[in-house]
Structures are given as structure tokens and as C-alpha cells.
């Protein structure tokens, strides 16, 4: 039934597109001759527009634009002022640090009337792309036509078309049999994709949490604990589901009022801050150290004893929650870095679900053996008893914990633009750190609090065994291969100097061009809707494109027409069109294509993509960013069939 609503949601086509963005302007009149233009830019919360400057020549930004024109006789006094600076801020879309503006901002310039002159007329122009935390629209423009003088200053919206003029009669005619609207749905939005995969990742971080040193010891103590009560099966089963619902109560609450105190777009802006990011690498480095034997990180010991105390001199359930109560405080020295990572992660989503997502399913994969050896205590005997191999299990963390230290450094570093951390180095890094995490599963790398082992375990072999597979499949990356198992680890590939395996479809940046194409040479049509700034675009190209069986697909069987909606390029014939009630002038070959993208699909997102046959229809489907190759492939297939079909 979800599933049913929210693809109904995305396909509903002929509804309006939200304006995240709304511009306004009026004259204020200062004296006879004098005046100002004052431009407001109102944001819908979690949306901003970037500052007027790019921070360096390569950033992959749009920057707003305010540019005026005047009839004769009115003079500038001076340039555009904000009311307020543009503030700094890490865009993790952008993986830059930034100037933006959210909430509401005004923006001023003041005229004068030279002598001879009473009137004025202004025509004010604002361009910019309004970003939130996971996406952004395609670049923009607002036009207003203003008038100062006689007899009043006064603010002339933009004229709407005629009573009974459509859109394709105010536009410049694009061709209509392509043109047309359609209803389309999108198959990457059917399910909330990234809130399913928090609650799996947080269910396996759950289980690799009881297999910590600080978790395990916790084990005979809950068989002790359960044992005590003594109680009748019916109650013995009570108990233990109340133990594990605690649990993940606990947890989840912990969760939610982290991201209720900082807020969730706040919490989203300090996860990808730099600052959090190097604290939080270097905290990383320090589990890991004290995972490798360096020293022993744990909360104050009165703490978990007063609670165990009260635990065992109470009864009933706030017993059974106090001990579950124990369980998170004893455990938190190991389970931190995991939490803290999963909280960061959680965070991106924006909203209170994301770390509610997470925090549950990694309380469900701890609470949920626990909440067996509660109804099972003598399941205790078949457990290993603690020893050197939780020494092992400590130092296999360690690794983790550095392995994944790295990813926070590396946002800190195109942050500050440092370039300590490009592509390269950091595949080097890590590497080096599954090599090395191989050779000590093998026993050839020994650390001083580790036991002596004369030969290697079998699950060792096939743990290292992995570990070094994946240093080997991470080599080509050093030259530039995708690598799209950590598409969202590594940095992005541009930082990288050295690309062997770069490389460009022969496609077609002119819809109507790449449709006659099509139709000439009878083949089915992929259209991509893509932006030079646009980061996710770029990833879907390395990770899902440069793939040698969708490319293949795609050069033997489709026409690519490749659409850049922020491409400045100026149209040899402007014109305008009727959308929502007002009147977009469509002046650029990127305001071409983005209103195409508005007016016959209904979206104004990028990456987006579109299969379509000779007639303009589509054939299944749209996609957006998503970095399954094989599930793009058989989407790719699918609309073939379709094609071939008719």
C-alpha cells in the first residue's frame, strides 16, 4: 500500500512543481530622484540558494546572479547589497564549503533620476538553483519589470498569456509530438530505498556489536540474572521480550533525542561540517588505537555497578529495563563508534526517520540475541567462553574503525580543499589497510596483548581471504577505474590526476535532433537529464555508465540524447512560455531542456532519466540517481522489450 501512494505521488505529472524559492520585488521610492530596487528571496525550510561568487574557478555551483537594466536617465549608485552575508557551509551534495543563504534574504540597489528625467523604467533579472541537503532543481530565473516616477512608483508583475493562449502557443512552437506532456512514475522512488538500507546496516552493526569485548561479558551475566527470577515459561517468554524491547527502546530514544535537541536539518549540517568530520575522524584513530592494545578506553565502572546494584534489588519489569539499561552502559565503549557512525550517516536524510531508522535496527541486532539467551539461559554452555580471540575480534575493529576514519577526513579535505586526501591517496590508504588486515588474520601480524596461535583458524583464512580480495579489487581504482562498491566512500573522481579508463558515449545534446535520429534509424531513445554542476550525475557516469554492459546496451541499441539544464549558451531565437500562471522567458539552451524536463515529464531533478519511443512516449519507467548497475541494466532492457514489442 505504501509502495501504491508514494508511486502515485511521484507520477502525478500535471500537478505544479513546489517552488522552493520565491522572488519578489518592489521600488521603494526615497525622493523624487531617488530610489531603490529591493529583490526578496524567500526559501522553503531546508532549501538555499548559494552566494553571488564561486569559491575557486573548478567549484560545481551555480552562484545567484542579479543583473538590472534601465531606460535612460536612471543612474546606479551602487551594487547589489544583501541584508545579510551569505553564510559558510559544507554542501555535501557539492562536497564543498560554500556561501548560501536559507530562510529569507533581501537584496538592495540604489538609483537616481538624472536631471531632465522624472520616470524610469527597470527591468531586474535573478538566476540562481535552489539546493537542499540530498538534491537540487536546475538553475532558474525570475524577470520583474519595475517603474519609478510618474505618477507612482509601482510594481509590474509578469504578464501572463492571453485568456485561451496555451503554452505551446506563447513558447516558440517546439516541436509538439514530442513536446507533449506525459504521465510518467519513477522506479528508483517506489520504496524508500535509503531509509530500508539504514535498518539494515543497522541491524548488522548490532550483531558486530556483540561480538565486542565490551558486549560479550554481558552475556553471562544476563543468563545469570534471568536465571535468578526462576520463573514459569509463560513468564520466563514475558521476560524476555520485555528485555529486548528495552533495548531497542533505549536505543531508539537515544536516537530520536539526538535528532529532536540538535534538530534533523541541524544535525544533517553537522554531520557534513568539517570540523565534526576531523573531530570525528580523530576519535575514530582513537578507538582504533585502543582497539590495537595502546591503552583501555571505558566508562567510569561505578557507573554500570550502581545500575547492576538496583537491577538486582528490584523486581518486575523496571528490573528487566535496568539491566537492559546496564547492557547499553557497559557496552558503550565499543558500540560508540558504531552508533556514531550510523547517527552520521542517518543524519543525511533530513528528517527525524533517518537516525529512528537506524538506532532501531541496530538495537534489534543486539536486543535480539540477547532476548534469546534471556528465554534460553542454558545456551550459555554452547558459547565460547572470552579469551584471546575477543583480542582478535578488538583488533579486527581497530582496522574498521581506521578504514572508515578515513571516509571523515576525506569530507574535511574537499571542505578545506586541502588536497591531502585525493582519490588516489586514499585508495592507497586503504589498500595498505586491507593487506595489512589480511597478513594479521593470518598471524602474520602480531600485536602485544595478543595471544600466541600456532596455526590459522579457518574462519581466519576465509576472513583474510576477503580482506585481501578486496585490497586487489580496489588496485585499478588507483587508475581510475569506478569502483562503484565504494562510490560512496572514496572521494569523488575528479580529484584523482591519473583516469585510464575515462571515456565518452557519441550522444546527441539536442533533444529534437536526437529524436529525428531516432526515428530515421527506428531505434528507441534514452534521454538524460544531466547539469555540469551536478555531482550525483557525475557519479551515475563512473559507476553505472562507464560499466562495460551498459555501455554496450546503450551504443548497440538506444540514441543518448544528454540534456544539460544549467548550460549557459544563449538560444538564437528567445522565447517565452506560460508555466504555473507566469511567464518564463526561456532565453539559454539549459532553460530549454530544464523546462522540457518540467513541462513534459513533470520533474526538475538531475540525474533523471527517460526511455521514449519514436512517437515521444515513454517506455516504462523513469529513473533517477541510483548506482545499482544491474538494476539499471535490466530497467534498460525492460524499456528495449517495449520498444521492440510495438
Avoid at 196 to 201: D, E, I, P, R, Y
Avoid at 333 to 339: N, Y
Amino acid at each position: 500500500m505504501l509502495a501504491a501512494v508514494l508511486t502515485a505521488a511521484v507520477s502525478a505529472w500535471a500537478a505544479p512543481l513546489p517552488e522552493n524559492a520565491v522572488w519578489t520585488a518592489r521600488v521603494d521610492s526615497l525622493a523624487p530622484d531617488k530610489g531603490a530596487v529591493v529583490l526578496t528571496a524567500t526559501m522553503t525550510e531546508g532549501w538555499h540558494i548559494y552566494g553571488f561568487e564561486k569559491p575557486s574557478a573548478d567549484a560545481t555551483m551555480f552562484p545567484t546572479e542579479i543583473t538590472a537594466t534601465a531606460s535612460e536617465g536612471l543612474e546606479w549608485t551602487d551594487d547589489w547589497t544583501p541584508s545579510r552575508a551569505a553564510s559558510e557551509h559544507f554542501d555535501a551534495l557539492l562536497q564543498l564549503k560554500l556561501p548560501w543563504w536559507d530562510g529569507s534574504v533581501d537584496f538592495t540597489r540604489h538609483f537616481r533620476l538624472g536631471s531632465g528625467a522624472d520616470a524610469a523604467s527597470i527591468k531586474v533579472v535573478a538566476a540562481f538553483m535552489v539546493c537542499n541537503a540530498q538534491s537540487c532543481t536546475a538553475p532558474d530565473k525570475r524577470t520583474f519589470e519595475l517603474r519609478f516616477g510618474t505618477p507612482a512608483a509601482a510594481v509590474a508583475t509578469p504578464e501572463p498569456a492571453a485568456a485561451g493562449e496555451s503554452a505551446a502557443a506563447v513558447a516558440a512552437a517546439p516541436e509538439s509530438e514530442w513536446w507533449a506532456p506525459v504521465a510518467t512514475e519513477s522506479a528508483s522512488d517506489e520504496v524508500p530505498a535509503g531509509m530500508w538500507a539504514l535498518l539494515g546496516f543497522g541491524f548488522l552493526g548490532g550483531l558486530l556489536a556483540l561480538l565486542t569485548p565490551c558486549v560479550w561479558p554481558m552475556i553471562p551475566m544476563t543468563v545469570s540474572f534471568f536465571l535468578k527470577r526462576g520463573r514459569s515459561r509463560s513468564r520466563s517468554i514475558a521476560d524476555a521480550l520485555i528485555y529486548g524491547a528495552s533495548i531497542i527502546v533505549i536505543y531508539l530514544l537515544l536516537g530520536i533525542a539526538i535528532t529532536l535537541i540538535f534538530g534533523a536539518g541541524k544535525l544533517n549540517e553537522i554531520a557534513t561540517g568539517a570540523v565534526f568530520n576531523v573531530v570525528f575522524f580523530v576519535l575514530l584513530v582513537v578507538f582504533a588505537v585502543s582497539f590495537f592494545g595502546a591503552f583501555d578506553i571505558k566508562l567510569p565502572s561505578r557507573w554500570s555497578a550502581a545500575v547492576d546494584s538496583k537491577a538486582e534489588n528490584t523486581s518486575g519489569m523496571f528490573s528487566i529495563f535496568l539491566m537492559a539499561f546496564t547492557l547499553v552502559l557497559v557496552s558503550f565503549s565499543c558500540t560508540g563508534p558504531i552508533i556514531g557512525t550510523l547517527l552520521v550517516e542517518a543524519a543525511s536524510q533530513g528528517n527525524v526517520a533517518g537516525p529512528a531508522m537506524g538506532m532501531g535496527g541496530f538495537a534489534l541486532g543486539l536486543a535480539l540475541p540477547f532476548a534469546l539467551f534471556a528465554f534460553f539461559p542454558s545456551m550459555l554452555k554452547e558459547m565460547p567462553r572470552s579469551g584471546g580471540w575477543l583480542n582478535s575480534v578488538k583488533v579486527v575493529l581497530g582496522f574498521v574503525e581506521l578504514i572508515l576514519s578515513l571516509k571523515f577526513l576525506s569530507v574535511a579535505d574537499l571542505a578545506y580543499g586541502w588536497h591531502i586526501l585525493d582519490r588516489e591517496v586514499f585508495l592507497s590508504l586503504w589498500i595498505v589497510l586491507f593487506v595489512l588486515l589480511g597478513m594479521y588474520l593470518l598471524g602474520k601480524l602480531r600485536f602485544s596483548h595478543d595471544s600466541p596461535s600456532a596455526h590459522t583458524g579457518v574462519g581466519g583464512f576465509f576472513l583474510a581471504v576477503c580482506s585481501l580480495s578486496f585490497a586487489v579489487y580496489l588496485v585499478p581504482g588507483l587508475w581510475g577505474a569506478p569502483l562503484k562498491a565504494i562510490s560512496a566512500f572514496a572521494p569523488p573522481l575528479h580529484t584523482q590526476d591519473f583516469n585510464l579508463y575515462g571515456g565518452q558515449f557519441k550522444e546527441f545534446d539536442d533533444y529534437d535532433e536526437g529524436m529525428r535520429y531516432a526515428a530515421a534509424h527506428n531505434m528507441p531513445v534514452l534521454v538524460d537529464f544531466s547539469g555540469y554542476a551536478c555531482v550525483n550525475c557525475r557519479k551515475m557516469e563512473g559507476a553505472v555508465f562507464d560499466t562495460p554492459a551498459v555501455r554496450a546496451m546503450i551504443e548497440d541499441n538506444f540514441v543518448l540524447v544528454k540534456l544539460m539544464v544549467d548550460d549557459k549558451a544563449p538560444l538564437a531565437t528567445p522565447y517565452a512560455v506560460e508555466e504555473n500562471g507566469r511567464k518564463v522567458d526561456i532565453e539559454t539552451v539549459g532553460e530549454r531542456w530544464s523546462y522540457l524536463q518540467r513541462h513534459k515529464f513533470g520533474s526538475a531533478t538531475q540525474p533523471y532519466y527517460v526511455m521514449l519511443d519514436n512517437g515521444g512516449l515513454p517506455l516504462g519507467p523513469s529513473r533517477s540517481y541510483d548506482e545499482n548497475a544491474a538494476a539499471f541494466m535490466e530497467w534498460l532492457e525492460a524499456g528495449l522489450a517495449t520498444y521492440q514489442s510495438k
